[in-house]
Nanobody
Framework: QVQLVESGGGLVQAGGSLRLSCAASGGSIRSTTMGWFRQAPGKEREFVAGISGSPYYADSVKGRFTISSDNAKNTVYLQMNSLKSEDTAVYYC????????????????????WGQGTQVTVSS
């Protein structure tokens, strides 16, 4: 299993931006489907963005968030712009070896590797 470590969370005002990083070790992200999920207090973990060849986004973040990867650094990023208070959550990076269809990409149950999470707080 690939090991994942997130960073980049913090406190930001509504309308601001943050970039989250997910550094992978023990495996190459080239051969891994990577995803970002988030969990707000009292809510279930939800899909945010993923990349399995091509990027895919939840409707709630489409046009505001961008997932990208740097194979040389073995790192995946989540650029978050135009942040809203409802984006406040703990953000988790997830990985699974191989390609996945969209139906699997959005389902946390199919990911075997998880980071520890990073808190993102958006103040209104």
């Amino acid at each position: 299993q690939v090991q994942l470590v997130e960073s980049g969370g913090g406190l930001v005002q509504a309308g601001g931006s943050l970039r989250l990083s997910c550094a992978a070790s023990g495996g190459s992200i080239r051969s891994t489907t990577m995803g970002w999920f988030r969990q707000a207090p009292g809510k279930e973990r939800e899909f945010v963005a993923g990349i399995s060849g091509s990027p895919y986004y939840a409707d709630s973040v489409k046009g505001r968030f961008t997932i990208s990867s740097d194979n040389a650094k073995n790192t995946v990023y989540l650029q978050m712009n135009s942040l809203k208070s409802e984006d406040t959550a703990v953000y988790y990076c997830a990985g699974r070896f191989g390609r996945m269809p969209i139906a699997g990409l959005t389902d946390a149950r199919y990911f075997g590797s998880w980071g520890q999470g990073t808190q993102v707080t958006v103040s209104s």
